[in-house]
């Protein structure tokens, strides 16, 4: 089964808006991770979130993490159409031994 | 420098017949991944080396699967016989110990088995 499960699975913002997009996970994490996919390519890495960290900054984007309810946000600002993608979370589970578990996606439209 | 390379792109094959996807990691990079992408179960991880040595086959579907990686810059993930459910798109990725569980993926081998 998924371990993060993200919302909303599409969303559609005009250029220049805030994107939002949350996921929520099940067990203990060491950290959480943000991926980009563009159509027909593979993941790319945004940002990584450790658990003693509540947020985190990386140019346009904004990682919120909260252990408490098992949650984190990504804030993308000021959207251009190049942010059109596919926008993964990704666990470290505690225990986990190397591997990351994703979440089922968000899928980011940016319109002119 | 390079990133993560898979061969082929794409891949058409018939039922029953063998695939095999190839895959060179970052250089240096000592964890390589391999992961299988549909749109009704999202992206799973199939198997993981460490070192060369196999750590984690747990999420490989059936034996007809099967991952190998003979040394450090080389990896294939064969699949024998092939079945129509087996067509997705294949992720290799790569990372090194030093760098907090970063992945790095390389492009996809999408196979059509029909």
């Known amino acids: 089964s998924q371990q993060g499960e993200e919302d909303p699975q599409a969303l559609s913002i005009q250029e220049g808006e805030n994107a939002t997009m949350n996921c929520s996970y099940k067990?203990?994490?060491?950290?959480l991770q943000w991926y980009r996919q563009n159509s027909g390519r593979g993941l790319v890495h945004l940002i990584l979130?450790?658990?003693?960290?509540r947020e985190k900054h990386s140019g346009r984007l904004r990682v919120t993490l909260d252990t408490s309810k098992k949650s984190s946000s990504l804030l993308i600002t000021a959207s251009r159409a190049a942010d059109t993608a596919s926008y993964f979370c990704?666990?470290?589970?505690?225990?986990?031994?190397?591997?990351?578990?994703f979440g089922t996606g968000t899928q980011l439209k940016v319109e002119l | 420098d390079a990133g993560v390379i898979q061969s082929p792109r794409h891949e058409v094959t018939e039922m029953g017949q063998e695939v095999t996807l190839r895959c060179k990691p970052i250089?240096?990079?000592?964890?390589l991944f391999w992961y299988r992408q549909t749109m009704m179960r999202g992206l799973e991880l199939l198997i993981y080396?460490?070192?060369?040595?196999?750590?984690?086959d747990s999420g490989m579907p059936e034996d007809r699967f099967s991952a190998k990686m003979p040394n450090a810059s080389f990896s294939t993930l064969k699949i024998q016989p092939s079945e129509p459910r087996d067509s997705a798109v294949y992720f290799c990725?790569?990372?090194?110990?030093?760098?907090?569980?970063?992945?790095?993926f390389g492009p996809g081998t999408r196979l059509t088995v029909l």
């Open positions: 979130i450790r658990s003693n960290e």
């Open positions: 990704a666990t470290a589970l505690t225990g986990g031994g190397n591997k990351l578990t």
């Open positions: 250089s240096g990079h000592d964890y």
């Open positions: 990725a790569s990372r090194t110990s030093g760098k907090a569980d970063t992945q790095y």
């Open positions: 067990t203990s994490i060491n950290n």
């Open positions: 080396f460490n070192n060369n040595v196999p750590i984690d």
